[in-house]
């Protein structure tokens, strides 16, 4: 499956890589895309092991605000 989420926040390199590492950490998510001039997060995932508010979740705990 693949998902977007809009993430406010994000400002630098730092930014894109804990939101990356938080992602890349929990079950089933294959694959990262942040692009901060946009705010966009692209996620490759099974949906059968991780969900979006699970994403949004460990997005939130490294201090970024997930909208939608």
């Given at each position: 499956?693949?998902?977007t989420l809009e993430v406010n926040g994000m400002t630098c390199?730092?930014?894109e890589k804990s939101v990356k590492n938080a992602l890349?950490?929990?079950e089933g998510v294959h694959g990262v895309?942040?692009?901060l001039?946009?705010?966009k997060v692209d996620v490759t995932y099974d949906k059968?092991?991780?969900s979006k508010p699970l994403m949004k979740e460990?997005?939130?705990a490294q201090g970024y605000e997930p909208v939608g």
């Amino acid at each position: 499956m693949q998902l977007t989420l809009e993430v406010n926040g994000m400002t630098c390199e730092h930014c894109e890589k804990s939101v990356k590492n938080a992602l890349t950490e929990l079950e089933g998510v294959h694959g990262v895309e942040v692009d901060l001039d946009s705010g966009k997060v692209d996620v490759t995932y099974d949906k059968a092991y991780v969900s979006k508010p699970l994403m949004k979740e460990a997005i939130e705990a490294q201090g970024y605000e997930p909208v939608g």
